[in-house]
């Protein structure tokens, strides 16, 4: 059993939909973040949330960190085939970080 | 810039056999942390270090020893491969921050244990 659970694990949406994916724990995390990673290569940092009810906005995608800082979650607006990946979430329990976890993944597959 | 680099890229290994997964980070970050990825899944970790000298353990660390002589290398040992340890491996690299700072991975190891 993972600390953070993603869900869907798994969402297939045609090209201008949106989607909504999250992250949520049992636990309290000092922060999250939002990492999205394309096939053979490493995940890539897209967000870091700090403040239980914060809300960042990168172009479209759309990231809220819950108001008891357990959960998070990312939203997407207008999909387009570019944002096909695999989506993570992690976190760290301590504000130093030092530990960093993620959650299983949620693969979005965005079909022209 | 070279950022984390890992090698090698691939490796095919026996079971029983030793191995050692390199890691190096030309950015002076003193966070280093080794994950394991199976087919379809997120990243689990396996062992960290907070600085040259420092390790712990992650979430799945049995079969696998680090160390941290200096800042910039980390490298794993598989002590005696498994077939369950056939994985892609990433390495990753983070400053010490206040808060929790962004991770730079490596591109990856894919190990297969025949």
């Known amino acids: 059993t993972q600390l953070l659970e993603q869900s869907p694990q798994f969402l297939s949406i045609q090209e201008g939909e949106n989607l909504t994916v999250y992250c949520n724990s049992s636990s309290v995390f000092s922060s999250l973040q939002w990492y999205r990673q394309e096939p053979g290569e490493g995940p890539v940092l897209l967000v870091t949330v700090v403040t239980g009810g914060e809300v960042k906005k990168l172009k479209r995608l759309t990231f809220q960190f819950g108001d008891a800082r357990k959960d998070s979650s990312l939203h997407i607006t207008a999909a387009q085939p570019g944002d096909t990946g695999l989506y993570l979430c992690a976190g760290a329990r301590t504000a130093a970080g030092n530990k960093l976890t993620f959650g299983g993944g949620t693969r979005v597959l965005v079909k022209p | 810039n070279a950022g984390v680099t890992q090698t090698p890229k691939f490796q095919v290994l026996k079971t029983g056999q030793s191995m050692t997964l390199q890691c190096a980070q030309d950015?002076?970050?003193?966070?280093m942390s080794w994950y394991r990825q199976d087919p379809g899944m997120g990243l689990r970790l396996i062992h960290y270090s907070v600085g040259a000298g420092i390790t712990d353990q992650g979430e799945v660390p049995n079969g696998y020893n680090v160390s941290r002589s200096t800042t910039e290398d980390f490298p794993l040992r598989l002590l005696s491969a498994a077939p369950s340890q056939t994985s892609v491996y990433f390495c990753a690299s983070r400053a010490r921050g206040v808060m929790n700072t962004e991770a730079f991975f490596g591109q990856g190891t894919r190990l297969t244990v025949v």
């Open positions: 950015m002076n970050h003193e966070y």
